[in-house]
């Protein structure tokens, strides 16, 4: 399975929210861009996640329907989020990137005897 990046699952997220909201409104697209003070096809292409709104349009979309910011992400998996990497690993793997061919196949042969 090809793993989705953070703007692709933002983008996800956002839209399919959005369409649930319209849907629950009951109203046409139309009437939900004047609703929402957003161009149609502005709110279209977020509608359809062909684009992330600016900050202050989703601000604005998210005080129209009485939402809190954390509404629209909760749903979006843990393993999109990166784990932060520690300043010692970034070291590390810097060290690493700086070796040769012959001395990183040293690096992983001892890394895996280690971890085993």
Do not use: C
Request: net charge positive; proline share 3%; charged share 30%.
């Amino acid at each position: 399975m090809e793993k989705t990046s953070l703007p692709e699952a933002l983008k996800f997220v956002i839209s399919r929210k959005l369409r649930q909201l319209s849907q629950n409104s009951r109203n046409t697209l139309k009437e939900t861009a004047l609703f929402l003070h957003l161009d149609y096809a502005q709110y279209y292409r977020i509608l359809h996640g062909q684009t992330m709104p600016q900050l202050d349009t989703f601000i604005k979309i998210t005080r129209a329907y009485g939402l809190d910011l954390d509404w629209w992400f909760k749903d979006i998996p843990e393993i999109m989020v990166r784990p932060k990497t520690s300043r010692e690993e970034l070291k590390i793997l810097g060290a690493y990137k700086r070796l040769d061919e012959r001395s990183k196949t040293f690096v992983r042969k001892m890394l895996k005897n280690l971890a085993t």
